[in-house]
């Protein structure tokens, strides 16, 4: 069973940056396409970017486009999400999500493992 765990989110100021991380337990990290979602309160939860299994190919939300950047590590089994110019908008609990496939899918169903969130606020 894999397990995930997220860790870096925080309070910033719009302008601000964080950089979000996710360490996987397990053998498989490497052989699968990982992403990072978001939820915030009164909606559903959401793909903000995607990565498949070598880090070779990227999804990103219009949204966050040009702001985020997501990175796979395969020596050291983490995700990676470095988020730039935030803004209020992006506060959100953010998840870790990993499947059991090479590529990539933006689809919430299509994921297996999930991490516990870790909570991102904006301050304007």
């Known amino acids: 069973q894999v397990q995930l765990v997220e860790s870096g989110g925080g309070l910033v100021q719009a302008g601000g940056s964080l950089r979000l991380s996710c360490a996987a337990s397990?053998?498989?990290?490497?052989?699968?396409?990982m992403g990072w979602f978001r939820q915030a309160p009164g909606k559903e939860r959401a793909v903000v970017t995607a990565?498949?299994?070598?880090?070779?190919?990227?999804y990103y939300a219009d949204s966050v486009k040009g702001r985020f950047t997501i990175s796979k590590d395969n020596a050291k089994n983490t995700l990676y999400l470095q988020m730039d110019s935030l803004k209020p908008e992006d506060t959100a609990v953010y998840y870790c999500?990993?499947?059991?496939?090479?590529?990539?899918?933006?689809?919430?169903?299509?994921?297996?493992?999930w991490g516990q969130g870790t909570q991102v606020s904006v301050s304007s």
């Open positions: 999500a990993g499947r059991r496939d090479l590529d990539i899918t933006i689809r919430t169903t299509d994921y297996d493992y």
């Open positions: 397990g053998r498989t990290f490497s052989r699968s396409a």
């Open positions: 990565i498949n299994w070598s880090g070779g190919s990227t």
